[in-house]
């Protein structure tokens, strides 16, 4: 058994750091997800972020760096091609996505998937386009409501989207039609990374809101990782938000889904409660879809400040033998032009009570954090894997 006991790994959804070096061929040159966020706040309160050294890694308006950190700090730069989600948590695991996924950002999905979805599920198709997940209900929600139909629409990502009113469409019916479009979107030339149920409630334009029961149904992992090896060697994985269907439960022990990034926190802090041997795996998805896509950075500052509140109550739980790490899968600068995410450079923060805090300098892959986290049980990574463990840096 190695050093820690239980680790935390806390993916804030989309937090970038400044742009990655192949930035420009992604059209993301100059962006710099935090560092602009901090650009737009008047003030920004977040003082256990700034202890840990987030501001020693990205240059931020209001908030200095420190001369003595409490957290290990390094910056991550993304390995594989693309700039998802699915693509940066795969990563962090092991995997090398060297072949983007599918995306119908310009075009909307070929009539023969429309036509074929449309004939099993029973739902005329409307919509079939990229478009902002809160502006398309606006236009189509009332039509939907009147109409049975179900809206379909893909963003700058691998995804199908599907929005039914969870009351009226019914969430089981919602549920079964993106399972039916999952099956369709395995074809070679339709596969995408992700379908992703959307219900939302209101009976109006300006009056609809998406609900919590988001469901995503994603690809299976292409291949075995960390997760796997540590389950697989007795190990607890417990996942928190999303993690449990990006990788489709694959090397999951448990799972809890959050209502939201704050939910999220407070299930970790319950589970911090708990005897277990293993790693705990969070996703906080609203800093991506409430604030990132929708291009506010004055909400996304706020809800980084919520996060750090939540980030001092789960630091005050952990004992010698726990380790924190906070990273993020991509950017998603709320500057920046179009709704899309940001291929940027992420951090690592590290932190426990036994620790000594310090710099550490740059990785070229997130797949160092599955490599450090299997080292640390004692655990071989799977063959076929990326990645090489920083362990004795986080001691």
Not at 233 to 240: N, R
Not at 323 to 338: E, Q, S, V
Request: hydrophobic share 35%; net charge negative.
């Amino acid at each position: 058994m190695g050093k820690y006991k239980r680790i935390f790994l806390v993916v804030i959804d989309s937090l970038g750091i400044g742009a990655a070096t192949d930035a420009a061929k992604y059209g993301d040159e100059g962006t710099n997800t935090l560092g602009h966020i901090s650009d737009r706040m008047d003030d920004f309160n977040m003082p256990n972020l700034q202890k840990l050294g987030m501001a020693n890694l990205c240059k931020l308006k209001q908030v200095p760096p420190v001369d003595k950190p409490l957290g290990r700090c390094m910056v991550l730069k993304e390995k594989s091609l693309g700039k998802d989600t699915m693509t940066g948590h795969w990563e962090m695991m092991g995997l090398h996505i060297t072949k983007p996924f599918k995306t119908f950002t310009d075009t909307g999905f070929p009539p023969e998937l429309i036509a074929e979805l449309e004939e099993r599920t029973g739902h005329k198709v409307i919509g079939n386009k990229s478009a902002s997940g809160t502006a398309i209900l606006d236009e189509l929600g009332e039509e939907q409501l009147a109409t049975d139909s179900m809206i379909v629409y893909t963003s700058s990502d691998s995804v199908l989207q599907i929005c039914g009113h969870e009351e009226v469409f019914g969430l089981d019916e919602l549920y079964r039609c993106c399972e039916i479009a999952r099956d369709i979107t395995m074809k070679d030339e339709w596969k995408v990374g992700r379908v992703i149920a959307r219900p939302y409630l209101g009976d109006k334009a300006g009056a609809f809101t998406r609900t919590s029961n988001r469901h995503d149904y994603a690809i299976k992992p292409f291949g075995v990782t960390a997760l796997n090896a540590l389950k697989d060697a007795g190990l607890d994985v417990i996942s928190v938000g999303k993690i449990s269907d990006i990788f489709v439960e694959e090397g999951i022990t448990e799972s809890h889904r959050s209502k939201t990034s704050v939910h999220g926190m407070e299930q970790t802090i319950e589970i911090a409660d708990k005897n277990f041997t293993g790693l705990c795996f969070v996703n906080l998805v609203d800093f991506d879809t409430n604030w990132g896509h929708r291009r506010n950075p004055i909400g996304y500052g706020e809800e980084i400040e919520r996060f750090d509140v939540k980030l001092g109550e789960l630091m005050a739980k952990l004992g010698g033998d726990d380790l924190l790490i906070l990273t993020a899968d991509h950017g998603n600068d709320p500057t920046h032009i179009g709704t899309d995410h940001t291929r940027e450079n992420v951090f690592l923060i590290a932190y426990s009570p036994s620790m000594e805090g310090g710099m550490m300098g740059d990785a070229d892959t997130f797949a160092v954090l599955g490599a450090s986290i299997t080292d640390n049980f004692g655990v071989p990574m799977p063959e076929g894997t990326i990645g090489y463990s920083v362990l004795e840096k986080l001691v």
